[in-house]
């Protein structure tokens, strides 16, 4: 795994730790009627829920520029080739080319003419 992914892997792990221990923390505190600390635990909740959907968010970000940086060129690879060149799975290539169009940052294909007219 490239050192960018394991620190990128490693940092959402964190985060989803913290809000998994918030969670426990404010849910026993709430059954023992510690509601200070069950609002620390909810503050503790939110922020690594909020920290950990920035960085799988900052990550689709840099892959969605990675690719349109590379269907600039006039002969703009297919999804497999943009993958491996990328070194992420062809799954989060389609998806990335899905979230663009959706954006209207990417145009959408070109339909076919429809055959009953």
């Known amino acids: ?18 809000a998994a221990i918030g969670a426990a923390t404010a849910t026993g505190a ?3 009627s510690s509601y200070a ?6 503050f503790a909740l939110g922020g690594g829920a ?9 990550a689709e970000e840099r892959t969605d520029r990675a690719i349109l940086e590379r269907l600039q060129h006039p002969a703009a690879p ?3 080739a943009l993958a491996a ?6 799954a989060a290539v389609k998806l990335s080319l899905h979230r663009l169009t959706a954006s209207g940052r990417l145009p959408s294909p070109a339909t076919p003419s429809d055959p009953a007219r």
Not at 6 to 14: D, E, H, N, S, Y
Not at 85 to 90: A, Q, T, V
């Open 30 to 32: 709430a059954v023992a």
């Open 50 to 58: 909020l920290a950990a959907y920035r960085t799988v968010q900052t």
């Open 37 to 42: 600390l069950c609002a620390a635990g909810l």
């Open 78 to 80: 297919e999804p497999a």
């Open 85 to 90: 060149d990328l070194g992420i799975r062809p």
């Open 1 to 18: 795994m490239p050192d960018h992914l394991a620190r990128r892997l490693g940092t959402l792990v964190a985060w989803c730790s913290t």
